[in-house]
């Protein structure tokens, strides 16, 4: 159970015995959530499209956790890629008998419109439908090792999204502003929680999605992005958050045994929030909808 305090306190679980995957786990939140459930005993697999990046945050995780070197591993996952998507879950699959617990961490916001390698609009092909499809393709695995937690990192910049889902122009192929476009994505990220969550009811599986905060991070500033400050300015009220502080509700989503049947919500301050949700995200018909139309773009049915 969390102390209290401002932002709760990293909770002290065994997680000896499980294996935990982090996307864009190589910095930020990522490699705060990576080094928190790595402390509490778990076998971590973070993703990373770059190597070196990748590597070194291993390196950092394994310093400042004192585990033994084969209990974190990196590996090659590019998001904006379903090429990318399939090769590393056949992989993760093949190297790792069990998954209890995903976070579907990575994310990104771009300052014009540009496209991944499979024709989507970048912000929502890598956020939203890159998740969805990774999701699909370990779900099965994360089933069979009930019970099991996805987590999914969205954000209060969903409420950028005042007029919901455009489902006539996903790609935004109109009016392109930044701001708007990623928090489309992260309106996106919650419907799919609530989708998903109504579709593992009774599997073992729970998947609850979660805002951490406007957190002093790398975001924007990696070469993916060119954030400026309008977004961080939107969601600081009143101080940006350590990356450690920021991740503290993403761990304990994944971790707190009070939370082992709690699944369709919405966390901050790690604590469940549902209230502060927009209207746009508590819209069930527009989750089903996007359900549908993101699983015919990715031919999963």
Request: proline share 2%; aromatic share 6%; net charge negative.
């Amino acid at each position: 159970m969390l102390a209290p305090g401002a932002y709760g306190a990293v909770m002290s679980v065994d997680l000896s015995g499980r294996t935990v995957l982090i996307t864009g786990g190589n910095t930020g939140l990522g490699l705060e959530t990576a080094v928190s459930l790595a402390g509490m005993g778990a076998e971590v697999t973070i993703t990373s499209r770059d190597a070196a990046r990748g590597e070194a945050a291993r390196a950092e995780i394994l310093e400042r956790t004192g585990v033994a070197e084969d209990r974190v591993e990196v590996m090659a996952l590019d998001l904006a890629s379903i090429a990318s998507i399939r090769s590393f879950a056949e992989g993760f699959l093949a190297a790792h008998p069990r998954l209890d617990v995903l976070v579907n961490n990575a994310g990104l916001i771009l300052s014009e419109r540009t496209e991944t390698e499979d024709g989507f609009e970048t912000t929502f092909g890598v956020n939203h439908l890159g998740h969805v499809l990774l999701t699909d393709l370990l779900l099965d695995r994360l089933k069979a090792s009930a019970p099991s937690r996805i987590v999914v990192v969205a954000s209060e910049a969903h409420k950028f999204a005042l007029d919901g889902l455009k489902f006539d122009d996903l790609q935004c192929h109109g009016h392109y502003w930044s701001y708007r476009v990623y928090g489309r994505s992260k309106l996106a990220n919650i419907l799919f929680t609530r989708a998903l969550a109504k579709r593992l009811e009774g599997t073992g599986v729970t998947v609850n999605a979660v805002h951490p905060g406007s957190v002093a991070t790398r975001f924007g500033r990696d070469g993916d992005t060119s954030l400026t400050t309008a977004l961080t300015t939107f969601v600081a009220r009143p101080f940006s958050r350590t990356p450690e502080e920021g991740a503290r509700t993403q761990v304990r989503v994944a971790s707190d045994p009070e939370l082992a049947e709690v699944s369709g919500a919405y966390f901050t301050n790690s604590e469940q929030a549902d209230r502060r949700l927009a209207r746009a995200a508590r819209d069930d018909d527009a989750a089903e909808r996007l359900w549908a139309v993101s699983r015919e773009l990715l031919g999963l049915d």
